[in-house]
């Protein structure tokens, strides 16, 4: 009995502790409850973008220039539309794992929207953290299909697919095709075997057997390595094809490697033609092959020099890297900037960070002033941006020059192309 | 396939397996005499790696004549290291000079990282597109000089083994190790000097490899594994062993890569490493244990 009392009074002594407890906290929180609109106010000026891309490893160069990029945003972006952007940023390191455990932290540690990761790998990987945490991601650069395929509500892509690069880059082939007068018969198609090289494959096998204004058929396909050392052994399979011109889905590091086993092994083909992939109108690309990587093809989604935007771009550049020219980093520099332009403008008519409000403005988005070549920046239900044009990219005396189309080219274009041996 | 093809893929491979021969080599003779397994072992290449590309960029100085500098370099390098911290653990158990070496082999990827940065790092040689025509061969220059280096230090190498008092010293300690303290070989120093020229052989096997191919420090343990293949394939402890181990990897993945398909390069080599598990543990040139 005496036990029992002693609960009881406990009991009661507890609930009044409880109770004076409840009432501090009740004032407590009211009086919080009356700050709070101004700190969230406050806080609600700047949006903190969480920045995710492969600034290290394999994919480093092309990380780093995609970072140019999203480091001349939040200046840019504060004359134009008066946000504050706040970057916040991380290293994938080119690998998918780090991509999504570098996401969860910018979250836990208050990124409001992610943008990135310029890898289709990674881009999924992050999605799915976005997803998951209800937080918008603006994928600045990655073709994979599935990205915007598999009904995610918080990512949106301001890129093409790679069925979109690969039907815009071959229907610029029958351009060049025609624009040189030139009819190759058969072309060996080499790519990266990851993802995005893998969702290249796949549309250049779906779409190429259908476009019967093509005058080239494939006569092998060779997959490699994207991190190989060497590609010795896969230059002599493709040269053993004999093939006119080769078909190349590649990243940076490989496309090197490719030019100077082709100059190794004296193939000259008619051509090296990228239907949409990265590499060969790169910075480094230039500077580590110098007078071979004149003439590489490269039918990619690229910018309009002449646009106002790409003007304000190339001067807010030009200031923050003197050092370096907008031309070689006008895609990754671009595209990444738009994706952070999108979350800004989303932002402003958002007038809050809460990701579903945020992913809601994103939606909405239609941004007609853009610095890349297109319609204007819109999402369709799937969040994906279906405007975006190509252009095809020659290489000439060292920087990438416009061919194609007609009343964008900055020169004619040449193919085929002169052999190795007949380059200065 | 045109048999042109084929013989210039083999040709490729065989050159290039000369170099991962060499680097091999070293993990062989250490572990041949020492009994100890280098598992720093691609690390240190890394570490060689680098020095080359240093040079290069800072001097432009060719990888070439940076061999006997590295060497030398690196002959010291192994010898402080065995005598410092790997001698104390020759008679500890296994699990603890694994530790011991993963933990060196951590500490080297670290320390390139914190001083170079996780980018790929290359050397770009005046003659590095060149090649060699020969008859229907197409032979790359730079495989070509990296192979006849490499050759030569293992020639120089067998040289020491067999024809010096104290590469017989060497020898005699890995043969009989309580007849060699009998009639008073210094054990400690010979242990030493064998683990020094292991860390020479990984040295030019370095500055010969960054000619080849980029260097990350995440290359290292690329390397280690490539060495461990190669060794146990070839004979763990034997010096030709190593060489041919070298050979048929740079051969056979060049032909994999060719025949079948490019992905399938490594696959090979891992298939041929269980496939001498299963049928010859001892390795194709290795003694069966009595």
């Given at each position: 009995?005496?036990?029992?009392?002693?609960?009881?009074?406990?009991?009661?002594?507890?609930?009044?502790?409880?109770?004076?407890?409840?009432?501090?906290?009740?004032?407590?929180?009211?009086?919080?409850?009356?700050?709070?609109?101004?700190?969230?106010?406050?806080?609600?000026?700047?949006?903190?973008v969480g920045v995710l891309l492969p600034r290290?490893?394999?994919q480093?160069?092309i990380g780093?220039?995609c970072q140019?990029g999203a480091?001349?945003?939040?200046?840019?972006?504060?004359?134009?539309?008066?946000?504050?952007?706040?970057l916040m940023n991380a290293d994938t390191?080119?690998?998918?794992?780090?991509a999504?455990?570098r996401a969860?932290?910018l979250?836990?540690?208050?990124a409001?929207v992610l943008v990135g990761p310029f890898d289709?790998?990674a881009a999924?990987a992050i999605a799915?953290v976005a997803?998951?945490?209800?937080?918008?991601f603006v994928v600045n650069i990655a073709?994979?299909?599935?990205?915007?395929?598999?009904?995610?509500?918080?990512t949106?892509r301001?890129f093409?697919?790679?069925?979109?690069?690969?039907?815009?880059?071959?229907?610029?082939?029958?351009?060049?095709?025609?624009?040189?007068?030139?009819?190759?018969?058969?072309?060996?198609?080499?790519?990266?075997?990851?993802?995005?090289?893998?969702?290249?494959?796949?549309?250049?096998?779906?779409?190429?057997?259908?476009?019967?204004?093509?005058?080239?058929?494939?006569?092998?396909?060779?997959?490699?390595?994207?991190?190989?050392?060497?590609?010795?052994?896969?230059?002599?399979?493709?040269?053993?094809?004999?093939?006119?011109?080769?078909?190349?889905?590649?990243?940076?590091?490989?496309?090197?490697?490719?030019?100077?086993?082709?100059?190794?092994?004296?193939?000259?083909?008619?051509?090296?033609?990228?239907?949409?992939?990265?590499?060969?109108?790169?910075?480094?690309?230039?500077?580590?092959?110098?007078?071979?990587?004149?003439?590489?093809?490269?039918?990619?989604?690229?910018?309009?020099?002449?646009?106002?935007?790409?003007?304000?771009?190339?001067?807010?550049?030009?200031?923050?890297?003197?050092?370096?020219?907008?031309?070689?980093?006008?895609?990754n520099?671009?595209f990444t900037?738009?994706a952070v332009?999108?979350a800004?403008?989303?932002?402003?008519?958002?007038?809050?960070?809460?990701?579903?409000?945020?992913?809601?403005?994103?939606?909405?988005?239609?941004?007609?002033?853009?610095?890349?070549?297109?319609?204007?920046?819109?999402?369709?239900?799937?969040?994906?941006?279906?405007?975006?044009?190509?252009?095809?990219?020659?290489?000439?005396?060292?920087?990438?020059?416009?061919?194609?189309?007609?009343?964008?080219?900055?020169?004619?274009?040449?193919?085929?192309?002169?052999?190795?041996?007949?380059?200065? | 396939?045109?048999?042109?093809?084929?013989?210039?893929?083999?040709?490729?491979?065989?050159?290039?397996?000369?170099?991962?021969?060499?680097?091999?080599?070293?993990?062989?003779?250490?572990?041949?005499?020492?009994?100890?397994?280098?598992?720093?072992?691609?690390?240190?290449?890394?570490?060689?790696?680098?020095?080359?590309?240093?040079?290069?960029?800072?001097?432009?100085?060719?990888?070439?004549?940076?061999?006997?500098?590295?060497?030398?370099?690196?002959?010291?390098?192994?010898?402080?290291?065995?005598?410092?911290?790997?001698?104390?653990?020759?008679?500890?158990?296994?699990?603890?000079?694994?530790?011991?070496?993963?933990?060196?082999?951590?500490?080297?990827?670290?320390?390139?990282?914190?001083?170079?940065?996780?980018?790929?790092?290359?050397?770009?040689?005046?003659?590095?597109?060149?090649?060699?025509?020969?008859?229907?061969?197409?032979?790359?220059?730079?495989?070509?000089?990296?192979?006849?280096?490499?050759?030569?230090?293992?020639?120089?190498?067998?040289?020491?083994?067999?024809?010096?008092?104290?590469?017989?010293?060497?020898?005699?300690?890995?043969?009989?190790?309580?007849?060699?303290?009998?009639?008073?070989?210094?054990?400690?120093?010979?242990?030493?000097?064998?683990?020094?020229?292991?860390?020479?052989?990984?040295?030019?096997?370095?500055?010969?490899?960054?000619?080849?191919?980029?260097?990350?420090?995440?290359?290292?343990?690329?390397?280690?594994?490539?060495?461990?293949?190669?060794?146990?394939?070839?004979?763990?402890?034997?010096?030709?062993?190593?060489?041919?181990?070298?050979?048929?990897?740079?051969?056979?993945?060049?032909?994999?890569?060719?025949?079948?398909?490019?992905?399938?390069?490594?696959?090979?080599?891992?298939?041929?490493?269980?496939?001498?598990?299963?049928?010859?543990?001892?390795?194709?040139?290795?003694?069966?244990?009595?």
């Amino acid at each position: 009995m005496n036990a029992r009392a002693d609960n009881e009074e406990e009991t009661m002594t507890v609930n009044r502790r409880q109770f004076n407890r409840a009432g501090a906290a009740a004032l407590g929180g009211a009086v919080a409850a009356s700050v709070a609109p101004a700190v969230s106010r406050a806080q609600n000026r700047v949006l903190k973008v969480g920045v995710l891309l492969p600034r290290s490893g394999v994919q480093a160069f092309i990380g780093q220039s995609c970072q140019m990029g999203a480091d001349i945003a939040p200046g840019l972006i504060k004359q134009m539309l008066g946000v504050d952007v706040e970057l916040m940023n991380a290293d994938t390191e080119t690998n998918v794992d780090v991509a999504r455990s570098r996401a969860e932290k910018l979250i836990n540690d208050g990124a409001q929207v992610l943008v990135g990761p310029f890898d289709s790998g990674a881009a999924i990987a992050i999605a799915q953290v976005a997803e998951q945490r209800r937080v918008p991601f603006v994928v600045n650069i990655a073709a994979a299909p599935q990205i915007t395929e598999q009904g995610f509500r918080y990512t949106f892509r301001n890129f093409p697919t790679s069925v979109d690069l690969v039907t815009n880059g071959l229907a610029l082939m029958r351009d060049l095709f025609q624009a040189t007068s030139a009819a190759p018969r058969t072309a060996v198609f080499m790519h990266v075997n990851d993802t995005f090289g893998q969702a290249n494959r796949r549309a250049v096998d779906a779409i190429l057997p259908k476009l019967n204004f093509l005058p080239f058929r494939l006569v092998d396909t060779i997959s490699y390595d994207p991190a190989a050392r060497d590609l010795s052994v896969e230059v002599a399979k493709a040269k053993a094809t004999n093939a006119d011109f080769i078909l190349l889905v590649s990243r940076l590091n490989d496309a090197i490697l490719l030019v100077r086993e082709l100059v190794k092994q004296r193939w000259s083909p008619q051509a090296i033609i990228s239907p949409g992939s990265p590499g060969m109108y790169e910075a480094q690309f230039y500077k580590a092959l110098g007078k071979f990587s004149d003439h590489c093809i490269s039918n990619v989604p690229w910018y309009d020099p002449k646009a106002a935007l790409s003007q304000r771009v190339d001067a807010a550049f030009s200031k923050q890297f003197p050092k370096e020219k907008l031309m070689f980093h006008a895609l990754n520099v671009g595209f990444t900037f738009e994706a952070v332009l999108v979350a800004a403008d989303a932002f402003r008519r958002a007038g809050t960070p809460d990701g579903a409000a945020l992913a809601d403005a994103i939606r909405q988005t239609s941004i007609t002033e853009r610095m890349m070549i297109g319609g204007p920046i819109r999402f369709d239900a799937k969040g994906q941006n279906t405007q975006i044009a190509s252009a095809c990219i020659q290489n000439r005396g060292g920087q990438p020059v416009v061919v194609l189309p007609r009343q964008a080219a900055q020169a004619a274009p040449v193919y085929p192309v002169p052999g190795w041996q007949q380059r200065g | 396939m045109p048999l042109e093809t084929v013989l210039n893929v083999v040709a490729s491979g065989l050159l290039a397996g000369l170099v991962y021969g060499l680097m091999a080599l070293g993990l062989s003779v250490i572990y041949g005499v020492v009994r100890i397994v280098n598992f720093a072992h691609g690390e240190l290449m890394a570490v060689a790696m680098y020095a080359a590309v240093i040079a290069f960029a800072a001097w432009g100085v060719d990888p070439l004549w940076m061999l006997v500098p590295v060497a030398a370099a690196f002959f010291g390098l192994g010898y402080v290291l065995q005598r410092g911290l790997i001698n104390p653990f020759i008679e500890r158990p296994e699990h603890s000079q694994f530790m011991l070496l993963l933990a060196v082999a951590l500490i080297l990827v670290n320390g390139l990282l914190v001083a170079f940065g996780p980018d790929a790092r290359n050397v770009q040689v005046d003659y590095a597109l060149e090649s060699y025509e020969i008859g229907p061969l197409l032979v790359d220059k730079v495989r070509v000089i990296c192979a006849a280096v490499a050759l030569a230090t293992c020639a120089l190498l067998f040289a020491v083994f067999r024809f010096t008092a104290f590469g017989k010293a060497i020898r005699a300690c890995a043969d009989n190790l309580l007849g060699a303290q009998v009639v008073g070989l210094n054990v400690s120093h010979l242990y030493a000097l064998t683990f020094a020229l292991g860390t020479a052989c990984v040295g030019v096997a370095g500055c010969l490899l960054v000619l080849l191919a980029d260097v990350t420090p995440n290359s290292g343990p690329a390397f280690t594994l490539l060495a461990f293949v190669i060794v146990i394939i070839g004979g763990l402890g034997s010096m030709p062993g190593a060489l041919a181990g070298g050979v048929l990897i740079g051969v056979s993945e060049a032909l994999a890569g060719l025949l079948i398909t490019p992905s399938a390069k490594s696959m090979i080599s891992f298939a041929l490493l269980i496939a001498v598990l299963a049928l010859r543990p001892q390795g194709l040139f290795g003694r069966a244990a009595r």
